[in-house]
Structure formats: C-alpha cells, structure tokens
C-alpha cells in the first residue's frame, strides 16, 4: 500500500487498519525523515543531487522505492537484500545469531551485506566524484546505491528481517484486534498505525523546533516523528545516541594503519560518533564489520528481540504452535506490488488465531517504545553513515559550531 492510501484510511479516523506493508513505507519514511534531521549541512545537496531531485527534495519519497521495484524483472535478485535469515534462532532460549547452520540462502546476499555493499559503492563514487571523473553511469549507479541503503537500514532495524522463523514471520498467521493477520505484517505496519492513532495530541501541533519542523512534510504521521524526535531523540536516548553508533574495535595489525576521524555530526549540536575507518572484522562470519560501518554488530540486539518478544510464547504451544501457513513470498515483506490490500469495515467473526492487540504483547511493545526505539536506532545510523560518506567536514566552518536546542 502506497502511503497516501494510508493516511486516507488514518485521516477519515476510521475504525479500518490500514495493511502496510514492508516496515510498511511509514516506518521507513520516518527512519529516512529522522536521519535527515541529522545530516550535517553539506550532505542533503549531495544527496539530492544523486536522487536527481528537481522540487522539494526529501529522503523520505525514495524510502520504500525498493519494495516497489522488487518485483521488477530486473531488480527480482534484490528480493534476498531485504533480510538476513539466522538459523538455529529457534526455540528462543538459544537464538543464536547466526548457530552453527549458519545463514540461510547465499553467501553475501542479505541485507547486511548489502548495507556494507551499498557503502561501499557510495564510498567509491564520492571518491571519482571529488575528481572529477563521474560518468553518467556512476551517476546512475550511485542513485540505485544510495535509495537501497535507506532502504537496507531501515529494514535491518525490524526485527523480523534478521530471522529465518517462519520466513521472517510472514508464515505466521495471528490475529490483531481480531483481525487475521501475519506476525510479519503486524511489525511492519499494524503496530506503528495504531500508534498513530493514539498519539497524545500535544503532537498535532508544530514543535517549537525548527530543526524538526522544517523536515516534516504535511503527513499524517508528522505527529509521530514529532514525538519520536521529543521524548525518544531528545528524551529517553539522548544519552545513549553515542553509543549506538560504535563498533567494536579490535586492536589489530591493519588498525594500526588507519586513521582516525573524528567530528562533530549535525546532530542537535551532539556529537555522535566517531568513525575509525579501517580494518574489516568478520561479524558473524559475514565480513560485513570494521570500525567505522558494523551492521552485524548492530543487528545482533535487534535481532534477540525476536526472542525476547517479538514471537510470543503462547505460539511455541498448543494450540497455536501447529499454525503455520506457507505464504507465496519467500520470508519478505510481502510486496506493496502483489499484496493486496487489506482492510475491514465490519470486524470479523472470531478468528481461531492468537489475538496479539493485548496489553501482555502489543501494549507491552507500545510501553517500552521498542518500535520507536527501532526506528530512532535506523534514523540516527542512518545520518550517521551518510554524514561519514558525504560531509564535508574540512571545507565546513560549521562543523565547529554548536548548536544548541
Ligand atoms: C557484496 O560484495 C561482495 C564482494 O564483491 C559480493 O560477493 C556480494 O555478492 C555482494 N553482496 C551484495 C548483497 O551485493
Ligand atoms: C505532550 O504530552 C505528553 C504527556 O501526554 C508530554 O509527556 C510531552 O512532553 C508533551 N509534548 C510536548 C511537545 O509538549
Ligand atoms: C524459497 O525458499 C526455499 C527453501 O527455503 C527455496 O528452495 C526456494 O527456492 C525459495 N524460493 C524463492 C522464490 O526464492
Ligand atoms: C574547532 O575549534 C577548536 C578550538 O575551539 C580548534 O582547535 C579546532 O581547530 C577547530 N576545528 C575546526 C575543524 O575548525
């Protein structure tokens, strides 16, 4: 479902759930707008520039664009990008990540891999770029680059993509304020919709802010990223911005040869980290980790949320523990483009699956602002990986200032 449908669906206050899809292109337009309001001054007239934007330039719009090519011919062999699956995560009290299996599908083809890959990629380009040599393809490659590494991180930040369990969930049917639904659908979309409706008003307004306000676009979740940004961003994780932003360094005989960087991101006047670009570690056997970019590292925490809540028990007994269907989709998202749209005028009769719209399971998530908390993780990495690609900290006297809220 494309967003506008959403907000029809959330403005007319209705009783309909919306079915998104895909960290449904909500949650990843509000990991996109939350890094935007992080970047360093002189990195959205680059981005713009290779998104080839000619109005009002936002990062949100592109945000789920590869969800929707997907299913294209020529962008089929995208599809495994979106998600790593660990084997041996199951049953819950072991969740290793990756066990001895290892991961499924191919080597190299998950989305861990791909936010490195897409780095890499973006890296190379502002290399032939600051001299001069870009040709139009490198243009053009980049632009595909930098939409699936917004993309890639907002997807690694839902939990459901780093599992192998049940195709990442989608194979599970529950019921959600007894509507049938999937596990996978519920984290992509249901629970994020539901607490758009049931935002504290105080948030429908404009925030004294204009670092916040300006990055808003008129949507209906604007009163969302609002309270995200005031009582996660500059509230329960202020202090702990920094440190989701570190990788474990390990002294080795290659770090000796790196140097070290260091700055002052955009970020509300805060610093948020500082990159060590060097040698690569093996997290998780993937060779996706060094010091400065550690997706691996990064993920194995959300990836234990799957344990710790994200698959509630009761499914691991009877009488829900036989409920399992094989969905079409191989462990996505289901895709914006085949799925087809979900909605209910009239509540359903009694389903036989595990209603999850209780306090023990959605309201607990909604109390401890995990998705929130999701979605701030992505935002703030996010901005962090595209001011180290594009900032231009040597040229900008601005990276001096402080800016103060
Ligand atoms: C990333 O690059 C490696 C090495 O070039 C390659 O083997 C792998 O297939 C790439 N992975 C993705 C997700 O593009
Ligand atoms: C909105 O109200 C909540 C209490 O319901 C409060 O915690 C929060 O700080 C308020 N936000 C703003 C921006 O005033
Ligand atoms: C889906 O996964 C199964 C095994 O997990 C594999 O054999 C099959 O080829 C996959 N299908 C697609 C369309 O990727
Ligand atoms: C920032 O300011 C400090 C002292 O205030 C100075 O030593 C440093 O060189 C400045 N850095 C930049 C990048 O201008």
Redesign the pocket.
């Given at each position: 479902m494309r967003f506008s449908q959403v907000s029809l669906i959330l403005a007319a206050g209705s009783t309909i759930i919306p079915y998104v899809s895909a960290w449904g292109a909500v949650g990843h337009e509000v990991v996109a707008t939350v890094a935007q309001m992080h970047l360093h001054p002189s990195v959205m007239p680059i981005l713009c520039d290779i998104l080839n934007y000619k109005g009002n330039c936002h990062l949100a719009p592109v945000a789920a664009w590869a969800d929707k090519v997907r299913g294209l011919p020529q962008y089929r062999w995208t599809a495994p990008l979106h998600y790593i699956g660990a084997t041996d995560d199951y049953p819950s009290e072991t969740c290793a990540f990756p066990g001895e299996k290892g991961w499924e599908g191919r080597r190299n083809i998950n989305v861990l891999s791909a936010i490195r890959n897409t780095t890499g990629v973006l890296e190379d380009y502002m290399d032939l770029r600051k001299a001069g040599l870009t040709t139009e393809s490198d243009d053009d490659a980049a632009q595909v680059a930098l939409k699936f590494l917004i993309h890639f991180v907002g997807d690694m930040h839902m939990p459901l993509h780093l599992t192998g369990r049940d195709k990442g969930g989608n194979g599970i049917k529950v019921s959600f304020d007894s509507r049938v639904t999937n596990l996978h659908s519920l984290w992509d979309g249901l629970l994020i919709a539901k607490r758009i409706r049931t935002i504290p008003s105080n948030y429908t307004r404009p925030l004294p802010l204009p670092e916040v306000e300006t990055h808003l676009r008129g949507t209906i979740y604007d009163p969302y990223i609002r309270r995200i940004v005031w009582e996660g961003i500059m509230g329960k994780y202020e202090d702990e911005l920094d440190s989701w932003l570190t990788c474990p360094a390990e002294p080795s005989v290659q770090s000796l040869q790196t140097h070290w960087e260091q700055w002052l991101s955009w970020t509300f006047g805060r610093r948020i980290g500082s990159w060590l670009m060097g040698s690569r570690l093996t997290g998780g056997g993937l060779n996706t980790d060094d010091e400065t970019l550690c997706p691996y590292h990064w993920a194995t925490p959300i990836h234990a949320l799957n344990c710790q809540i994200v698959f509630p028990k009761a499914l691991d007994e009877p009488p829900y523990n036989r409920v399992s269907f094989s969905g079409t989709d191989n462990h996505t998202c289901s895709s914006s483009n085949n799925t087809p749209e979900v909605h209910w005028t009239s509540r359903p009769r009694k389903n036989p699956y595990l209603e999850l719209d209780t306090p023990e399971y959605s309201g607990a998530i909604q109390d401890a602002w995990i998705v929130e908390k999701l979605m701030s993780q992505g935002g703030i990495r996010l901005a962090a990986i595209l001011n180290w690609l594009f900032a231009d900290?040597?040229g900008s006297?601005l990276?001096?200032r402080t800016w103060r809220l």
């Open positions: 900290m040597e006297i990276s001096n």
